[in-house]
């Protein structure tokens, strides 16, 4: 799998671990910043690394703030992404199996490390499980233009 991942200053500590874990297991991960700890707005780096995820047919993203909530929120403002707050292995495969998410999303100061590695290993070896679900995925970007809301 191909991997994007990007932070902000508050998931930064945990950028290099997640890389790591990432290539360990196998998967290319490319880093789209921050480069430092330096105070930085999450909306910029969902939306990098959003933006790429789109881009690059059949790719995957992580993305991590201090909560995980403010950087999902502005990622699933750009069309076609379903980026995924995950807190444990159960949520990141049913996220996966359920609503194809196309980015893992969690909280430095929510998940540790024990954690993180289970959610990837979730996250990665579930397929979408399609069916019934497919058409509900579908649904979600009829909701963009105000549709399927009734
Ligand atoms: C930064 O202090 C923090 O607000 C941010 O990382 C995130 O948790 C927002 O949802």
Redesign the pocket.
């Known amino acids: 799998m191909k991997f994007y991942i990007a932070t902000?200053?508050?998931?930064y500590a945990l950028k290099e671990f997640t890389k790591n874990y990432v290539e360990e297991l196998g998967h290319e991960i490319i880093d789209l910043g921050p480069d430092s700890a330096d105070r930085v707005d999450?909306p910029d780096y969902a939306k990098k690394c959003a933006k790429k995820v789109i881009e690059d047919k059949g790719s995957f993203g992580i993305l991590i703030?201090?909560?995980?909530?403010?950087?999902s929120i502005a990622a699933n403002k750009v069309e076609g992404i379903r980026a995924a707050l995950c807190h444990d292995a159960y949520t990141a495969a049913a996220t996966r199996a359920h609503n194809d998410a196309n980015i893992l999303c969690f909280?430095e100061?929510v998940v540790g490390k024990g954690v993180i590695e289970s959610m990837i290993d979730a996250f990665c070896n579930t397929e979408f499980e399609g069916g019934r679900h497919a058409g509900r995925v579908d649904k979600i970007e009829g909701c963009s233009f105000g549709e399927n809301l009734g």
Request: aromatic share 8%.
């Open positions: 902000d200053h508050a998931g999450y703030c201090g909560t995980g909530i403010g950087i909280g100061r």
